[in-house]
Structure formats: structure tokens, C-alpha cells
């Protein structure tokens, strides 16, 4: 029972091969059956979900489904791990092989999944405070999770969410679920050749059960009965699990079986924030075209004592003149090509974050064509992983050339911090919240071998295309600033109003973080309510949207921070687009407040690291955004000039 090691070894080695299996779309290796055929049903971990009752996730932990608490039956000899991918193993899956004997096309009625189980008191204290907690249980027959059926009546469809629960909580008394009603949806192909479509548990409390067969037979009576099954915390319970089995035939066809899963939630408000933030982004546009398209040609026409007239006639006499009163930008270019302080920090962010940034854009591309179908499980974690890994080249050549126009000399420090400062606070943040996971004895630990996996990945491919991308900047000529530099630095005016570092980031940062909101709280709810998130063509559009809106909103700022004689625009440019990280951190805290609620302080802690951690990336991410739109900005506008 050594859990992964051949896949996330196998993860390690082929590559390749992994890519070529996480890239296999959805429908294309059915598995055929013939009637009477062992149907293998596999169980995953239990995790914490909502209920009915309480529309709050209460955990963050999840559980082995073999955790010694639950009791639940093992096969004969012993449960075994099914190797996963690395995606889906660091996402906390973890299946093993279970003891119950589906038939294909055959019915059975009350079957005892094995002998009577003995439940002491402090395991069934463990069990009723999971009842209490929501939790669910997690299977997967044929590769298709055990779902319970929804009804939307906003688009008058029924669909399946994976899982069901553990128990209920009825007049405050949590019941055990103790049988299982299966009910699989299988679609003939051939003549005597079938394939499984659709599955469906309906678990209930049945008091009473006891097996009657020996042997072999396996037989039960006592699944009908009305009677809960409820745990006494204070003396031993016996417990037998049940089940039925009905085969209902289906016409749905293999290819299209993960539909009903794939169920795309309040699409009406997916529309209106993307119409919203389209709107928004349009007003941008229009306010950036003014202020580049007049206002910008304008400065420099009069600034460069060209003709003005022939510009005039142009843009139709119409430029305000409080604009131009502003255009103080000018003044400042013999000092807007100085580089900033810290430079070598500034520019390993910028590395990272466009490597952040790739990463991003390429997954969700990849979603969006369907290559990252829920139906393989973790592929989107590995794709992640990977891409990841193979973009440390574009994040090296990027903080490189970002250094070089710095004019920096600490190339040594460069190479080293650009492939390991943000996997080193990533992982070390990563594993110190992974210990606490482990201490309470959760099943979501990732397990010391993969961890290695990963170490191993970052070390042996990450670091060295990194390196060698910063080579490649390294090499690169060094790219002449439009206007020269003056040797004295010019004073810098102080700064009033939204101008100030502070009230600029917050101004800044709103507006992306609009764009992507929407799309955020369903992310938040697959990443700790265990849904499944489906909506890669929404967060597409999203993600484009969140560019344009962090490019523009920067860019505007810069100019205004410009116009106010201020030349220290490199850092103002990362730290105000960035700026929409604090919202999404803040949004997370909301989410807690609102959806979550945690009986431990290490469930807090685990949330909060881990919102943390997400929205410092997306703080390199997006500040890289907006550092690139400043700079290719700041080179146009200047570059524009004919100074001397
Ligand atoms: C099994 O049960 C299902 C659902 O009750 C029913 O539709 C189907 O006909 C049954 N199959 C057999 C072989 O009896």
C-alpha cells in the first residue's frame, strides 16, 4: 500500500508521456462491458461540502475513505491506491480500490458490503462530528463520479453534483447513512456490449441491518427499514453497511455522459459581469485613446515646436485645455529612464510574473479547447505544473532584459533569484501549511514522495531553462532608452491627492479585480466546497478582460504620475496594477465570512494561508502587467520626443 509512487515517479521520468495522457479529450477510451461483467467501483477521499441545512462548508480537511474512524469495509485483502496523476494527487485525491461487486445489468437488492462493523464510542464521535460538518462521500465507478441528481429551475435542467453525503442531521440528531442505493445508467453500444453513462447514490439511514448470508453470499435484510441509524457517543454501536444495485438503461451516449456534470451555474450572471466589465473595459479604452490619441499627440507636437496647426485640424480644435496644463510629463525626460530602486528586485518579480502569466494564459487556452476535461482527473493541476515549469525560460529572458535596461550589474544574484525566489516562498509556505494538514491526520496531506516529485521537477527542468533564458536576455544588446538620462536627478514635486502611492493602488487595482470577480467566487467554491469548476470559456474571456483592464488602468495612472513631474514610475506601475491582489485577498475574507466557517483555528490558518499565497501570485501576475504596458507606454511617449 506505498500510495503514488509509481505515477508520481512515472510524473518525474516521462513527461512526455504524461502530456500525451492528460491531452486525451473526453470520450475517446470507453470501456466496453459485457452483461454480468465486474463493474470495479473505486472510492475516493470524504470531503467537506454544504448542505440543505447549511449553505456554509464548515472544513477544509478531508479524510481517507479508510480513515479507521468511519468503518467503512475494505476488500479482502486490504484496499489498494490506483495511481493518479500529479495534478490530481496534489489536489488531494486519493482512490482505492473497495470490496463491493456490481455486475453489470445485474439488479440486487440489500447486499451487505461486509460483516457487521463495531463502532467505539470516540469513532463515533469522529463520524457524527463529520455529519454535522457536511461531508460527503466520494466514488467513481468506470471513471465517472457517484453524483446525486440537482434540479435547476433556472434552465429547467437536472444535473449531477459528485458526491453524497455521509449522513444527515435530522432534529439535530446526526444520522448515519449506512445504505446505499446505486443507480447506474448504462447505454448498449452492440449486441451484448455496454458502456456506463451515468451514476447515481441515494444513501439513506436504515436502521436494523444485518447481514444473513455467509460466505459468499453476502445477502442482508433490514435496507427498508425507517428506523435511523444514530451513532451513541456513549457505548459501542454495530453498524452493517448495505447496498442495492439497479441498472437502469440509458440513451445517452458515451461521449456525451459528462455533460450533466459539467453543469455551468447562474450562466445569466456570468453574462452580465462579463457585459459589465466589457462596458468597463470599453469606457478604458476610450479614456486611455483620449488621453494617447489628443491629448498625447497634441503635448508632443507643440513639445517637438512642430507646426500645430496641421494637428489641430486633425483632432477638430477640440482639446480641453486643463489637459494640456497638465502635460507635465515632459519636464521628466531626463530622469524616466533612471532605474528604479531595487532594481534586481524589481526585475526578478517581473521575470516571475510573466512566467505566472504564460502559465495562466496557456491552461486556460487549454481548457477552453476541452483538453483538460474534469473526466481526467487532475489534468488541470499537471498542465498547470508543467507549463509552469517550461515558461521558467520566457520568466528568465524576461527579468533579464527587464535588468539590463536597468542598467544592473548583479547578474550572478539575477540568474540564482529569478528560477527560485517565488518557488522557494511558494513551496515553503506550501509545505508549512501541508504539515498542519498532516497533523490532523487529513488525507489531504500531499504525501513526502510527491513533494520530492515536485522539488525534483522544479530542480532537474525549471532552474536550468531559466537560467538559460536569462543567458539569452543576458546576451541580448543592450536596447538604448529613447532620450538620454541627466546626470543630476531632477526634484520631485510632492505628490497630493490620488497621486500618493496608496490611494493610486487602491484606484488602480479596483478595476481588474471587477473584471474577474464573478468568475473568482466559483473558482473559491470548487477549491473549497468540492465543485466542479467548468466554466474555462467564461474565465477566458475574464482573464482577457483582467489584461486589458490592468494595462489600461495602469497606463492612465502612469501618465497622470507623469504629468505630476513624478518620474518613479517603474515601481508605481507593478505595485498599482498589483494593487488588485489586496481586492482579491479582501474578497477572500469575505468569502470566509460568508460561505466558510471553521470549528478549528488550523482550518483558519490553512484558509488564510493559502488565500495568501494565491493573491501574492496574482500580485507579481498582474503587477507584471501593468510594469509591461507602462513600459512599452513610457518608451512610445518618449520615444516620440525630439529632445536636443
Ligand atoms: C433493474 O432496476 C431498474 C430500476 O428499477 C429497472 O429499470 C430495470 O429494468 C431492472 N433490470 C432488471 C434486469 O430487472
Not at 463502532?119 to 463515533?124: G, I, V, Y
Not at 489584461?547 to 505595485?575: D, K, P
Request: charged share 15%; net charge neutral; proline share 5%.
Amino acid at each position: 500500500m506505498r500510495p503514488h509512487d509509481s505515477s508520481a515517479s512515472l510524473a518525474l521520468v516521462l513527461l512526455s508521456s504524461k502530456l500525451a495522457h492528460a491531452f486525451y479529450l473526453p470520450g475517446i477510451t470507453p470501456t466496453n462491458y459485457r452483461v454480468g461483467d465486474l463493474v470495479p467501483l473505486n472510492v475516493n477521499h470524504l470531503t467537506p461540502s454544504q448542505s440543505d441545512r447549511d449553505t456554509q462548508t464548515r472544513s477544509v480537511f478531508s479524510f481517507d475513505y479508510y480513515h479507521p474512524a468511519f468503518h467503512f469495509c475494505p476488500p479482502e485483502d486490504g484496499p489498494e491506491y490506483l495511481s493518479e496523476s500529479l495534478g490530481s494527487i496534489l489536489f488531494g485525491d486519493r482512490i482505492q480500490t473497495s470490496p463491493f461487486q456490481l455486475h453489470l445489468g445485474k439488479n440486487e437488492t440489500c447486499k451487505a458490503v461486509c460483516d457487521e462493523q463495531v463502532m467505539e464510542s470516540r469513532d463515533a464521535k469522529f463520524v457524527n462530528k463529520r455529519i454535522w460538518q457536511n461531508y460527503n462521500l466520494n466514488w467513481l465507478i468506470d471513471g465517472l463520479p457517484a453524483g446525486q441528481a440537482y434540479y435547476d429551475p433556472a434552465t429547467e435542467t437536472e444535473y449531477y453534483q459528485p458526491g453524497f453525503a455521509l449522513g444527515e442531521v435530522v432534529d439535530e440528531t446526526p444520522h448515519l447513512h449506512n445504505h446505499y442505493d446505486i443507480l447506474i445508467d448504462y447505454h448498449q453500444v452492440r449486441a451484448d456490449q455496454y458502456r456506463v453513462v451515468g451514476i447515481l447514490v441515494e444513501p439513506q439511514s436504515a436502521g436494523g441491518t444485518r447481514r444473513i448470508g455467509s460466505g459468499d453470499d453476502f445477502s442482508a435484510e433490514g435496507c427498508s427499514s425507517d428506523q435511523p441509524v444514530v451513532l451513541s457517543e456513549k457505548s459501542n454501536n454495530k453498524v452493517t453497511y448495505t447496498y442495492s444495485v439497479y441498472w437502469r438503461p440509458s440513451s445517452t451516449s458515451f461521449a456525451t455522459r459528462w455533460d450533466k456534470y459539467l453543469h455551468v451555474y447562474d450562466a445569466k450572471i456570468h453574462w452580465f459581469s462579463l457585459i459589465n466589465s466589457a462596458v468597463i473595459v470599453m469606457f478604458l479604452i476610450g479614456m486611455v485613446g483620449t488621453v494617447l490619441g489628443r491629448t498625447l499627440r497634441k503635448d508632443i507636437a507643440r513639445y517637438n515646436r512642430l507646426d500645430q496647426l496641421g494637428l489641430d485640424d486633425l483632432n477638430g480644435n477640440s482639446v480641453e485645455d486643463g489637459i494640456q496644463e497638465d502635460s507635465g510629463w515632459k519636464l521628466v525626460h531626463g530622469d524616466v529612464f533612471r532605474p528604479p530602486k531595487n532594481p534586481l528586485l524589481l526585475a526578478v518579480l517581473v521575470g516571475n510574473g510573466t512566467q505566472l502569466f504564460m502559465m495562466a494564459g496557456f491552461t486556460i487556452a487549454f481548457a477552453v479547447v476541452g483538453f483538460l476535461s474534469p473526466s481526467n482527473r487532475g489534468s488541470l493541476a499537471t498542465v498547470m505544473i508543467l507549463l509552469y515549469t517550461v515558461f521558467g525560460f520566457v520568466g528568465g529572458y524576461a527579468s533579464a532584459r527587464v535588468y539590463k535596461s536597468f542598467r544592473g550589474d548583479k547578474w550572478k544574484q539575477l540568474f540564482i533569484y529569478t528560477p527560485s525566489a517565488l518557488p522557494a516562498l511558494v513551496f515553503g509556505t506550501f509545505f508549512l501549511l501541508n504539515l498542519l494538514v498532516w497533523a490532523r491526520q487529513s488525507s489531504g496531506a500531499v504525501p513526502f514522495t510527491t513533494m520530492l516529485v515536485i522539488v525534483g521537477i522544479w530542480f532537474v527542468i525549471s532552474v536550468p531553462l531559466s537560467i538559460l533564458g536569462s543567458w539569452f536576455g543576458f546576451r541580448q544588446p543592450q536596447a538604448e532608452p529613447p532620450v538620454r538620462t541627466n546626470q543630476i536627478p531632477r526634484q520631485i514635486p510632492p505628490s497630493s491627492g490620488y497621486l500618493r502611492p496608496f490611494p493610486s493602488m487602491m484606484l488602480v487595482g479596483i478595476l481588474p479585480f471587477g473584471a474577474i470577480f464573478v468568475e473568482l467566487y466559483f473558482i473559491m467554491s470548487s477549491l473549497w466546497s468540492s465543485r466542479i469548476y467548468y466554466m474555462f470559456g467564461f474565465l477566458f474571456l475574464c482573464y482577457g478582460l483582467m489584461i486589458v483592464t490592468s494595462a489600461a488602468c495602469a497606463i492612465l495612472m502612469i501618465y497622470f504620475v507623469l504629468c505630476a513631474e513624478n518620474y518613479h514610475w517603474q515601481w508605481r506601475a507593478f505595485g498599482s496594477s498589483g494593487a488588485s491582489a489586496g481586492y482579491v485577498f479582501a474578497y477572500s475574507l469575505l468569502y470566509w465570512a460568508r460561505m466558510l466557517s471553521f470549528s478549528s483555528w488550523t482550518g483558519g490558518m490553512l484558509y488564510l494561508g493559502y488565500s495568501a499565497l494565491l493573491s501574492f501570485m496574482w500580485f507579481v501576475m498582474s503587477g507584471t502587467i501593468g510594469f509591461v504596458a507602462c513600459w512599452v507606454f513610457v518608451h512610445r511617449i518618449y520615444g516620440s520626443l525630439k529632445v536636443d
